[in-house]
């Protein structure tokens, strides 16, 4: 029982490159997220996926792109990474479509990434 | 814009002990109310939720919260801690009007560290 799924679990980049986290639940979820997690700063909605095909910015979109591959699989890319994006990233699913008013969020346990 | 507010970053207590951890709202629609649970290198996972109905809910792990709309607060409660409850918890809510207003807020978390 797999849920929800992120790979890598660390990375370090240097400045400037890019790279995509990876993120598929098995859940058959309509929707799904990426936040960002800091200390004293909770999490931060980066991105969101309603629904497969749909994707939409949050809270702290800037130097982020996502794509809804499919209905498993939502992918968070880095173009040109920065020190300010040094962060732990959860990826996080739920079943209603539309967002989910009133759904359970199921996380993954996150991706650290240290940029340099 | 629906914020959440948790008043303490830190609680130590001592097992056996009860606790509160505190969680305000702000808000001027009905609001979806959350507590997640985050142990150390993991995920969040849902403790309870308030959706509507009675102001008490019960949630996993014998904690509860008491939603009190005239205080817009949710606070977490458990009457007697273990060392197996240290983990950072987070509040959450989601007013339930449309737009931006309908995704997920965090608050910053509040890191409960049970001593023996």
């Known amino acids: 029982n797999a849920g929800v799924t992120q790979t890598p679990k660390f990375q370090v980049l240097k400045t400037g490159q890019s790279m995509t986290l990876q993120c598929a639940q098995d859940?058959?979820?309509?929707?799904m997220y990426w936040y960002r997690q800091d200390p004293g700063m909770g999490l931060r909605l980066i991105y969101y996926?309603?629904?497969?095909?749909?994707?939409d910015k949050g809270e702290v979109p800037n130097g982020y792109n996502v794509s809804r591959l499919n209905k498993r699989e939502f992918s968070l890319r880095l173009e040109s990474a920065a020190p300010s994006q040094t962060s732990v990233y959860f990826c996080?699913?739920?079943?209603?479509?539309?967002?989910?008013?009133?759904?359970?969020?199921?996380f993954g346990e996150g991706s650290r990434l240290t940029v340099l | 814009a629906q914020s959440v507010t948790q008043l303490d970053s830190q609680v130590p207590v001592f097992e056996e002990a009860p606790v509160e951890l505190r969680c305000n709202y702000s808000?001027?629609?009905?609001?979806?109310l959350f507590w997640y649970v985050q142990y150390p290198n993991q995920g969040l996972q849902l403790l309870l939720k308030?959706?509507?109905?009675?102001?008490l809910v019960k949630g996993i792990n014998g904690f509860e919260a008491e939603f009190n709309k005239s205080q817009t607060s949710f606070h977490l409660r458990k009457p007697s801690v273990h060392i197996s409850d240290t983990a950072e918890y987070f509040c959450?809510?989601?007013?339930?009007?449309?737009?931006?207003?309908?995704?997920?807020?965090f608050g910053s978390g509040t890191q409960l560290t049970v001593l023996p």
């Open positions: 308030y959706l509507s109905g009675s102001t």
């Open positions: 859940m058959n979820h309509n929707s």
């Open positions: 996080a699913s739920t079943i209603l479509a539309g967002g989910s008013l009133a759904g359970e969020l199921f």
């Open positions: 808000s001027s629609v009905s609001v979806y």
């Open positions: 959450a809510g989601r007013g339930i009007s449309s737009g931006s207003a309908r995704q997920l807020t």
């Open positions: 996926s309603a629904s497969e095909g749909t994707t």
